[in-house]
């Protein structure tokens, strides 16, 4: 018998309370406090509309794929769906290599007021290529960065390109694709103004789809 909060964090299992459905065997039963709840007739129709809400949505992604290309998703969202054990969304920190897969998130107009220090270049070279900086204070030669690139070299992860405009994107962002790293572009670099630099690494991810001509303006283009 099991109950499906083990996802999430402690604060949000506090907060959901109780789960909707638990398992017993290969059959799921609604929980007897959401039946409980289900019979305010209030209640119940606040659910039923959710349901109408997510079904129209799910019209949007392809069901036959874990993600879907320019569709938005929150770091929750992703763990979720590349069935992580756990909602990791505040230990990933823009990237994460776990499970054979690496998703990378990416917030592309920095606001003007942002510190110099994590004022990263990433940004689309062409429709194809995308140029990507590791975390501050990481280079080629951090063991995150090296695990990503080796597992990469002997084909044991899936890297996720994810990608929000600017802040005002909330916590989604819109889904480019699987890349591949372009090995030899990859290098050491360094961010920040002189004086105050930190050390960083970079290198080109080739766009299994090519991002499409009206996101690329969208993303790219001036507000």
């Known amino acids: 018998r099991m109950f499906i909060l083990e996802f999430y964090t402690m604060q949000k299992t506090e907060k ?11 059959n799921i039963y609604l929980t007897k406090e959401f039946r409980t709840s289900l019979k305010d007739e209030y209640f119940k129709k ?9 079904l129209l949505n799910a019209k949007e992604y392809d069901q036959s794929t874990q993600l879907t290309i320019n569709e938005k998703y929150s770091r929750a969202d992703v763990c979720r769906l590349l069935n992580w054990e756990k909602d990791e969304t505040s230990t990933i920190y823009g990237y994460k290599n776990k499970h054979n897969t690496t998703p990378i998130f990416v917030n592309y107009n920095k606001s003007d007021d942002i510190d110099e220090s994590v004022r990263y ?7 194809h290529v995308f140029q990507w ?30 990608i929000k405009r600017d802040d005002d994107e909330g916590v989604f962002h819109y889904y480019m694709g699987e890349v591949d790293i372009d090995l030899k572009s990859a290098e050491n ?14 290198m080109n991810f080739i766009m299994e789809h ?9 993303i790219d283009g001036e507000k």
């Open 121 to 127: 270049d990433d940004r689309f070279l062409d429709s």
């Open 16 to 26: 959901y309370k109780y789960p909707l459905i638990e398992i017993r065997g290969k």
């Open 133 to 162: 900086y590791t975390r501050r204070g990481t280079d080629l030669n951090s063991k995150i960065n090296r695990e990503i690139i080796e597992d990469y070299k002997n084909d044991d992860t899936v890297i996720h390109l994810f």
């Open 189 to 202: 670099a360094s961010i920040g103004l002189t004086g105050e630099k930190h050390k960083v690494a970079k």
């Open 210 to 218: 090519p991002v499409d001509y009206n996101m690329y303006r969208f």
């Open 46 to 54: 606040q659910v039923e509309d959710l349901i109408d809400l997510a």
